[in-house]
């Protein structure tokens, strides 16, 4: 089917552009394929900008291809409707597998309240880009330590000094796999879980989380 099921409360999104939920492993996934105009997963509104501390995690596989792809983009366009309507970001929160090469070619996490300019990005990069196979990811929003914190398969990978506020973002578009920028390309790739928590997870928490693995058991319904 279409409906990604949110298995511990009410935040039930739907897959977008033709992929559908099926199994990997016999269990749920959603396959994304890519490109100009491809599949990604729709989330509910707002459920970023109603936090304060959050953390942001995935378990994915990356397909690879071109950069500027998106795990996760939270925010608006500057579309004049901006729900559902990429142009250029506005607000936003992303995490992107890859960055082009002027960029460095790294995994990247971005914030922002007005659009791409480097001066208005809070910026946080990876050393090395994303692999292309079962990777755990996470993004730790910390508003009250002031940092954005950067894990990859339960360890850090890099900092950055943060002095944000999700409540500021305008998160009409809740994505996975899809940017609010419309010259980024769908991400290639599949989706294993994906999970926001209203907390900055301590790196103990995010090791915890790593070593259980997608799908755990203590989910299941």
């Not at 939270?74 to 960029?103: Q, V």
């Not at 730790?140 to 506020?165: H, N, P």
């Amino acid at each position: 089917g279409t409906v990604v099921t949110d298995r511990v409360g009410t935040a039930h999104g739907s897959v977008k552009g033709g992929a559908s939920v099926s199994q990997v492993g016999g269990k749920g996934a959603v396959v994304l394929a890519g490109g100009a105009a491809g599949s990604y997963v729709d989330l509910p509104n707002g459920v970023l900008s109603a936090l304060t501390n959050a953390t942001v995690e995935a378990w994915v596989t990356w397909g690879g291809g071109n950069a500027w792809q998106r795990i996760f983009d939270f925010g608006d366009s500057t579309n004049a409707t901006p729900e559902d309507n990429p142009a250029n970001g506005k607000s936003y929160l992303f995490l992107t597998p890859l960055t082009d090469t002027g960029a460095g070619g790294v995994m990247r996490a971005v914030y922002s309240l007005t659009g791409g300019a480097a001066a208005a990005e809070t910026r946080l990069d990876a050393s090395v880009a994303m692999a292309q196979v079962l990777t755990h990811v996470a993004l730790v929003v910390d508003s009250a330590g002031g940092k954005l914190i950067l894990y990859m398969d339960g360890k850090s990978v890099g900092e950055q000094t943060y002095a944000g506020d999700l409540g500021s973002i305008n998160d009409v578009n809740c994505w996975l796999g899809r940017s609010q920028y419309n010259a980024d390309p769908e991400m290639t790739g599949t989706f294993h879980d994906f999970r926001i928590y209203k907390a900055a997870l301590s790196p103990l928490q995010i090791a915890t989380s790593f070593a259980g693995g997608a799908d755990p058991a203590f989910l299941a319904k």
